[in-house]
Each structure stands twice: as structure tokens, then as C-alpha cells.
């Protein structure tokens, strides 16, 4: 009588190569701290101009492009918000740093004195220092925080009132004219 057939044992598949990474613990590895600050540096104080102190990044660069060059200067600024925003930083400190960018794009398109104030601005090196503050302190929201938005949304509301003031002002010095 022949033999039954045994079936084969393997042993366990063993392998040597790691796990793979989850978006979330790659974007940990991009967004480390040692990589937004290169990345901020990069883009805020980069090259030193010869005799100064001043120093001028891809973002001041960029942005002597007419038009295009601070609104590309502002996408690349993004990152850091992304990066923050990954790492859990309160959306206080977003909304802060999505101003401090948006403050560089607008004042940053006005010819010559925006440039200038590009390279003093300096928002990139202001959001990572944002970012890290945040993350080394979570619960704490100083009252610089509110009051710098507050200020902000002053001052908005103040430029979007003063032409209906105006305005008014031009109506009843003409009704009086007549």
C-alpha cells in the first residue's frame, strides 16, 4: 500500500526589512524640527549681501519677480504652516502664521518698499520660532496671541470702514452745498 502524501511545513516567513512608514510618521520625518528650520533659513536668511549684516533668502529673492515672485514666495512659506499644522500646533498659532504670510505677500507686492520689507519681515523664521514655542508649550496661549489678532482685525476693519466714512463725509458736505 503506498504511503499517505504529508503535506509540506514551512516555517514562518521571517523578514528582515523594517515595517513601512505611515504617511503620518513620514510627514513626522520631513516635518522634523531640523528640517523647517533649514527650510526657514533657506527661505529668510540664506545668502549674506557683501558688507552688510543683512542677510536675504529665497523668499526676498523670489519676490524682486514683479507680481508672480511674492506669490510663489507665499506658497513656499505654506510649508511651515503645513508642517505646524501636521505637528499639532494650536489653530491660534495657525491663524498667526497664515497673517504673518499673508502680511509679507500684500505688503511684500508694493514695488521697492514691499522688497524691503520682505527681507525685514522675515516670516518664515517668525513661524518656525511660532511653531516651536507651541509645540515645547501646548496649553499655553500668551496674550500676544489675541492681542496681535485683535490688533489685526482692528486694523482691517479700519481700512474696510474708512472709504464708507469718507464717503458720508463727501455726501453731506454736498447736501450742505446745495
Do not use: C
Request: hydrophobic share 55%; charged share 20%.
Amino acid at each position: 500500500m503506498p504511503e499517505p502524501i504529508k503535506p509540506e511545513v514551512l516555517p514562518p516567513e521571517t523578514s528582515s526589512a523594517p515595517a513601512p512608514l505611515t504617511l503620518r510618521k513620514r510627514a513626522e520625518r520631513w516635518f522634523s524640527d531640523e528640517n523647517i528650520d533649514f527650510f526657514a533659513h533657506l527661505l529668510d536668511d540664506w545668502f549674506r549681501i557683501p558688507f552688510t549684516p543683512i542677510r536675504v533668502g529665497l523668499d526676498g529673492l523670489i519676490g524682486l519677480i514683479p507680481g508672480l515672485g511674492d506669490i510663489l514666495a507665499g506658497l513656499a512659506s505654506f510649508v511651515i504652516v503645513l508642517a505646524a499644522w501636521i505637528r499639532g500646533v494650536p489653530y491660534i498659532t495657525l491663524v498667526r502664521m497664515m497673517v504673518n504670510i499673508g502680511l509679507e505677500v500684500v505688503i511684500g507686492s508694493i514695488p521697492v518698499f514691499g522688497d524691503i520689507f520682505d527681507i525685514a519681515w522675515k516670516a518664515n523664521r517668525r513661524n518656525y520660532q511660532l511653531m516651536t514655542r507651541h509645540l515645547r508649550q501646548p496649553h499655553r496661549h500668551t496674550w500676544r496671541d489675541y492681542a496681535y489678532l485683535a490688533t489685526l482685525l482692528a486694523g482691517v476693519l479700519a481700512i474696510l470702514i474708512a472709504p464708507v466714512i469718507v464717503l458720508l463725509v463727501i455726501l453731506i458736505w454736498i447736501a450742505h452745498r446745495l
